[in-house]
């Protein structure tokens, strides 16, 4: 049969394919095959929303657009046929002009490195278009969870949010943030007239496509077989031809998003049948006896009819579902085939316990007859997947008389609604009278079982029961028992305990409450509702002494990233010859590497060479990195020194090909007479496995400790905790691309926070001369260290691969590949004794600390001096320590934002924390009184503690306890606890000292004839805002020459791409201070500038009478040839280029006793930034560092597993934060501390010292979970399962929510229920 062509739209241009490999994404076509690259590929599973776009429907009935946005990374190309797409740069673009929604993103500096931004556009576009009233009337709740599902990891949200709200109806538009629109002071009126004016508009629907009808085959049938019916009986008849022809492989399609959980499955088929187009499926019919929903139905419309329903329970159902997922995915992921994943390959549903709970059946398709059976006999029944059974739809029995049924949803997930699988879900149903349980229907899912279940035992024992204490008691242990995760599952205590918990909400409110009414939750007084919306406020003191220096100048290229035109490494376009690399990585710790080949030793399509270390060029060495520290290799030699190592390149015609290819790798190892590999740090030690620290990175104890713990009259001894990792999840992955070049040369596009080293690392690779080799760097999808070392590699082998095939290699790590050689933050343990008397004065400290480096050194040396700076913030009247970086057969660590700062502020944090609760003081307290005195501080830090007005600590110290209220909310936090069982709330304030350094740093500025400046610098644009600064100094560098029209000249300045032949030394991007160091090199450029245009300007001035245009001075100077470009290499000063950071952040949580979950309701923070050189950027990096650390304390898992290798493999599993999860009010001042004279023009840095603050919320969490403990104590009236002592416990890093439930007690209800039965 004759396939014809699939015809769609991208941004209004037509797009004609006949053949294309049926399992093509539209990501990859619109990447590949068209210029509009503001699809990003960050994560390739739906969880990111980087790829967003709209796809828009027409209805030639109604003569109607519906358009709704889709995750592009899962949608398959053949099922958009007859569609329209719009990507980012469609709404709006540089030369058409961009959109609102762009412009209000930028003004509200609402993006960094820009990767994410496109989509989170995307998202907003969708909700505003799908908003009820016309011309979007979208509200201030519907703005804040239009983003629910994107993930950003550089901005902590704030401004996005801000940026979405400006378009709600209901905006109180005083509430938003700091913002390039208006000045403080404007009048509401004035505001809003600011804002980019906004009227909703639909995408245009291209008339070619309106007239075009959607056919049954599509694409070049001999070749590819694609097929979408339109009736049950036309998907008969494929199913029939297919199983005529002699069957071979179907996949049934609807939005195929369960790709994106089954990532992994790499089976092509020999036919794809699109069953989103059924009209029989598609339909949701009403009548008395409830409703019947077909199985392709998206489960957004579920929602949306659900809602429509009269019964309150249809209505719950539907809010439980708006928790799936996130909006783009309900927008393309079917009901039918949620369920299908679900019956066929257990995934966690949380649809199957809601339809359970309803009492659901669903009809099935096979051969021609149709079976109507009820749920838990499909979910029992073998699988159906890809056995041409169809699910044709699902009916849910009418809710008879709603009255007395009570129904309620449970659901517990790492993020509530920002896209999380949940721990555990339930859905209750039950009837009750006078106490007594009539009926009741109890389903349990996603706990790690085979699927939904019904506690059928339970519902028996209940009913006919009158409630009490201990029958709800009898209920609970059975559900234990019932409630069996299997053996794979994480966490499964604390999967069975929310279980029991759900079941307690539900069935204990009925106890005491005769009426019979209960809103299936315990504990719920007005107080503890979580606030409605996202509040925040923000304190920033503009300066115009250095004019535009000090103002809040909008992010160079902000629109730019918004419309998604922004280039990063991989919107480059390719020549054709282009060939793509992918690593294979070992899975063993310790090995050799016997031979490498492909799985039946065929190689796989697509594949051109296969490189390892002996591929490495005659001159050349095997190496992938280097630092002051040492190199380290690009691959792995005879053999493997860590699980993740690279042992080789696979290079093939595309990315999909070489992943691919890795994939079917399959490595021979031996590892008979070597020793065993060294996976702990305990094992280290006993080896004596360690890098060597040069003394320089080894700082000096501070006093007597053996004199100090004299002095004490408590100690606590031998105290010890661990500290886990943590994964960059920059939203660009790591890439490169590389050209081969004349003459034995080789230019490289690296996304790498370190060029400079890059370059060295590539030459030393090829053993040809650095002056062969040239880097570019334009810009970096998020860095946070992670793209220091770690790109290295990635660019060395992608320039080994095109010097060896000549021709050009390009390499875009998946995320899986990328998590799995990252290496991440250092883990550690540490050991302590810690002396102090009874009034909570501390007198001495010892330490002893291990931390995990894995394999390689990279800069793992520095780690004991980063540790002791921020650690030494108090006065511990004597400190003393012994750090050992141990050298493991784990992936090698490296800097990640404030590289054991982080650890070194937490460690003190912890020992306060035991201090107070040891001597039963406030931690608050204890934290006042070893504060330093200014004597104090120049004792620990010496030299870099600088001038005493400079100590800004006690300032803010006191100054964030009044604009906090922290006394009065921590009396009302106290009254909280004690009205309430199942939450409890915890408050804490802690300060940050926080050292930092600046380097060398080079600049270039250059005036062009036409008076436009072109910047260049050392220091790479991660996102931190760093050329916005720099041209911010630019301009006022060379305004000082007062020329008239110096004014605008900002605009006339652009800071291009760093070049490692333009300008060389330029050193790495880390430390916070490359902006600062950055903007001095360019204002030494301009001083040289300056100097030789003063003889022209006096000229000028003379000849002019006192006025001189820019424009006229610098065609004089050009007709003098005035040499008009100037460099220089800002050398900080040997004694002050080392300085501190202060800052102090207030964090309140509350904690949900039974599901562990902690909810920040509010974060304040105040920041030294001395003279902000541009308070917008520097907000933006206090925020985003904020809610970095918010991950580490509180969310993201990153370990590794017995062999060493990391767990945590993508976004299913490694959970940054979301807008859900960030502070309900988040208030942040920026203090303007004026004159700091050995600073660049008083400014202090920004970009990593914040993230240490977020120690706050692990330290109120650790505050509420006590009071948990403390009113559970009286609860161990019996013996059994006493899982809470009380007193003193150490919380971990991260504190998830199953960390955070085990230490409030698993058995917590149990035990709540024994009291109260012992006590009757
Ligand atoms: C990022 C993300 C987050 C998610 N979060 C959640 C969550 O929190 N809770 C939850 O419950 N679910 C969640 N899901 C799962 C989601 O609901 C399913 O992926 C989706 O419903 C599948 O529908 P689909 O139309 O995309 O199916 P497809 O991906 O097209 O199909 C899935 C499988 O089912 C088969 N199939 C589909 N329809 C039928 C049918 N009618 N008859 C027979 N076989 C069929 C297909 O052949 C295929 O093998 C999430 C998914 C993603 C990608
Ligand atoms: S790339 Fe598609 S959701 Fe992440
Ligand atoms: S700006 Fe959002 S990921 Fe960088």
């Not at 139905?297 to 997922?325: C, P, Q, R, W, Y």
């Not at 606890?977 to 600046?998: A, E, F, L, T, Y």
């Amino acid at each position: 049969m004759e396939g014809k062509d699939l015809e769609f739209a991208v941004n209004g241009e037509r797009f004609k394919v006949n053949s294309v490999d049926p399992c093509t994404t539209l990501l990859d076509f619109l990447r590949l095959n068209t210029p509009f690259k503001s699809v990003k590929l960050a994560c390739g599973e739906g969880g990111c929303g980087a790829c967003l776009v709209i796809l828009s429907k027409y209805d030639p009935d109604s003569d109607q657009v519906k358009e709704h946005s889709i995750n592009s990374c899962l949608t398959l190309l053949c099922s958009v046929n007859g569609c329209s797409i719009t990507t980012s740069e469609g709404l709006g673009n540089a030369k058409n002009g961009f959109h609102p929604i762009h412009t209000r993103l930028a003004g509200f500096h609402a993006s960094q490195c820009g990767f994410c931004t496109p989509g989170m556009c995307i998202s907003l576009y969708s909700a505003l278009s799908n908003a009820p009233g016309p011309g979007g009337g979208l509200t201030v709740s519907e703005a804040e969870k239009s983003v629910a599902g994107n993930l950003c990891r550089c901005t902590g949200y704030r401004p996005i949010v801000d940026a979405c709200k400006s378009f709600a109806a209901d905006v109180d538009i005083e509430d938003l943030g700091l913002n390039s629109f208006w000045r403080k002071g404007d009048s509401k009126e004035a505001m809003m007239k600011s804002l980019p004016p906004y009227n909703h508009l639909l995408t245009t629907f291209p008339e070619f496509l309106k007239k075009k009808s959607v056919v049954t085959n599509v694409l070049d049938h001999s070749r590819y077989r694609w097929t979408t019916p339109f009736s049950v009986t036309e998907l008969g008849n494929v199913l029939d031809e297919s199983a005529n022809s002699g069957g071979g492989s179907l996949k049934l399609v609807v939005g195929n998003t369960g790709a994106g959980y089954y990532k992994d499955d790499e089976e092509m088929f020999d036919r794809y049948v699109d069953i989103s187009r059924v009209s029989e499926m598609l339909v949701i019919k009403r009548d008395e006896n409830g409703v019947e929903i077909g199985a392709a139905v998206t489960i957004s419309n579920v929602i949306d009819a659900l809602k429509e329903e009269g019964s309150s329970n249809f209505k719950k159902m539907a809010a439980h579902m708006e928790k799936i997922g996130n909006r783009s995915i309900r927008n393309s992921a079917s009901i039918g085939g949620n369920l299908v994943m679900a019956q066929s390959r257990k995934f966690p549903s949380d649809i199957t316990t809601l339809l359970l709970a309803a009492d659901a059946s669903v009809c099935i398709l096979n051969n021609r007859i149709i079976k109507k059976v009820k749920l838990l006999e499909f979910l029992d029944s073998p699988p159906i997947l890809n056995s041409k059974q169809v699910l044709l739809k699902v009916v849910i029995p009418a809710w008879t008389a709603d009255t007395g049924l009570l129904f309620e949803t449970y659901r517990a997930a790492p993020r509530s609604i920002g896209n999380a699988l949940p721990y555990a879900n339930a859905a209750f149903s039950a009837r009750v009278s006078n106490q007594t349980v009539d009926e009741c229907l109890l389903a349990f899912g996603s706990y790690g079982g085979d699927h939904s279940i019904r506690a059928r035992e339970v519902e028996r024992f209940l009913t006919g029961k009158l409630l009490s204490h201990s029958v709800l008691h009898e209920a609970m242990c059975l559900l234990r028992g019932i409630i069996v995760p299997s053996k794979e599952t994480s966490h499964p205590e604390y999967r069975k305990a929310l279980a029991v918990g759900f079941l307690f909400e539900f069935l204990y409110p009925l106890i005491d409450n005769n009426n019979g009414h209960s809103n299936g939750h315990v504990d719920d007084p007005i107080e503890s509702l979580p606030l409605p919306f996202l509040s925040s406020s923000q304190q920033v003191l503009e300066s115009n002494e250095f004019n535009p220096v000090g103002e809040a100048v909008i992010k160079a290229v902000a629109a730019l990233q918004a419309s998604g035109e922004a280039v990063f490494v991989d919107d480059i376009p390719i020549l054709p010859d282009c060939l793509h690399g992918a690593f294979i990585y070992s899975t063993e710790p310790l090995a050799k590497i016997k031979s490498i080949s492909f799985g039946e030793n065929v190689t796989p399509a697509g594949v051109f060479a296969l490189l390892t270390f002996k591929d490495i060029p005659i001159h050349g060495q095997n190496i992938g990195s280097k630092t002051v520290f040492g190199p380290g290799p690009l691959f792995a030699d005879e053999l493997t020194r860590c699980a993740g190592q690279r042992i080789a390149l696979v290079v093939a015609d595309t990315q999909k090909h070489a992943d691919k290819a890795a994939k079917l790798a399959v490595v021979e190892y031996d590892i008979k007479n070597l020793e065993e590999p060294i996976l702990t740090v305990e094992d280290a030690v006993k080896r004596s496995s360690f890098f060597d620290v040069h003394p320089m990175f080894y700082p000096e104890p501070v006093g007597d400790v053996v004199k100090g713990m004299k002095e004490a009259d408590r100690k606590i001894l031998l105290a010890e905790f661990r500290l886990g990792s943590q994964y960059f999840f920059y939203m660009e992955p790591q890439t490169a691309l590389a050209l081969p070049d004349e003459d034995n040369c080789s230019k490289v596009f690296s996304s790498s926070q370190a060029p400079e080293y890059v370059h060295s690392v590539i030459a030393t690779c090829l053993g040809i001369p650095e002056h062969n080799v040239r880097v570019i760097t334009r810009r970096v999808g998020g860095g946070f260290g992670g793209k220091a070392l770690k790109s290295m590699p990635v660019a060395t082998a992608c320039a080994l691969a095109a010097h060896k095939l000549n021709r050009p290699v390009k390499m875009y790590l998946n995320r899986k590949t990328d998590m799995i050689m990252a290496g991440g933050r250092h883990p550690m343990k540490v050991t302590y004794n810690v002396g102090f008397r009874s009034d909570g004065k501390l007198t001495a400290l010892e330490l002893t600390m291990l931390i995990d480096a894995g394999t390689e050194p990279d800069v793992s040396p520095i780690l004991p001096r980063n540790i002791m700076g921020p650690l030494r913030k108090y006065d511990w009247g004597a400190l003393s320590f012994d750090v050992k970086v141990c050298k493991t057969n784990l992936p090698s660590r490296t800097a990640m934002r404030a590289p054991g700062e982080v650890q070194g502020s937490y460690i003190a944090e912890s020992i306060i924390e035991n201090v107070a609760s040891s001597l039963r003081m406030e931690a608050d307290e204890v934290r006042k009184i070893n504060l330093h005195s200014y004597g104090s501080l120049r004792k620990f830090y010496k030299h870099i503690s600088g001038e005493e007005d400079e100590y800004t600590l006690p300032l803010l110290w006191g100054k964030l306890e009044i604009s906090s209220e922290l006394k009065k909310r921590g009396e009302m936090v106290k009254e909280f606890n004690r009205c309430n069982v199942w939450r409890k709330r915890g408050i804490s304030r802690v300060p940050i000292v926080h050292q930092v350094m600046q380097r060398p740093t080079p600049g270039r500025v250059s005036i062009l004839s036409d008076g436009s400046v072109v910047v260049e610098v050392g220091g790479i644009e991660i996102g931190q805002g760093l050329w916005t600064k720099v041209r911010q100094m630019v301009a006022y560098g060379l305004g000082l020459m007062k020329c008239n029209g110096s004014d605008e000249l900002i605009e006339r300045i652009r800071v291009v791409q760093a070049d490692t032949l333009g300008l060389i030394q330029g050193g790495f991007t880390a430390g916070s201070t490359t902006s600062e160091s950055s903007c001095e090199a360019v204002r030494l450029c301009c001083v040289i500038l300056a100097e030789r245009l003063k003889p022209t300007v006096d000229q000028m001035m003379m000849e002019k009478s006192g006025s001189v245009t820019w424009n006229l001075l610098i065609q004089q100077a050009y007709a003098q040839s005035v040499n008009l470009s100037a460099s220089a290499l800002y050398t900080p000063e040997f004694s002050s280029m080392e300085y501190l950071n202060y800052g102090v952040g207030v964090s309140e949580v509350e904690v949900d006793v039974m599901t562990g979950k902690t909810e920040i309701l509010r974060s304040d923070i105040i920041y030294d930034c001395g003279k902000s050189l541009n308070p917008a950027v520097d907000l933006g990096q206090v925020e985003g560092a904020f809610v970095q650390g918010i991950g580490f304390f509180m969310m993201e898992e990153y370990t590794t597993d017995e062999k060493g290798l990391v767990v945590q493999q993508g976004t299913w599993d490694y959970k940054i934060p979301t807008v859900d999860t960030i502070p309900k009010q988040f208030h942040v001042e920026i203090l303007n501390t004026g004159h700091h004279k050995n600073r660049v023009l008083s400014s202090k840095a920004s970009g990593e010292p914040p993230l240490l603050l977020a120690a706050s919320v692990h330290c109120a969490t650790r505050s509420a979970i006590r009071e948990a403990r403390k009113q559970s104590l009286p609860w161990n009236c019996s013996d059994g399962n006493g899982d809470v002592s009380g007193g003193d416990f150490e919380l971990p890093v991260p504190a998830t929510m199953p960390v955070v439930k085990g230490l409030c007690g698993l058995y917590s209800v149990e035990k709540y229920l024994e009291e109260k039965i012992c006590g009757k």
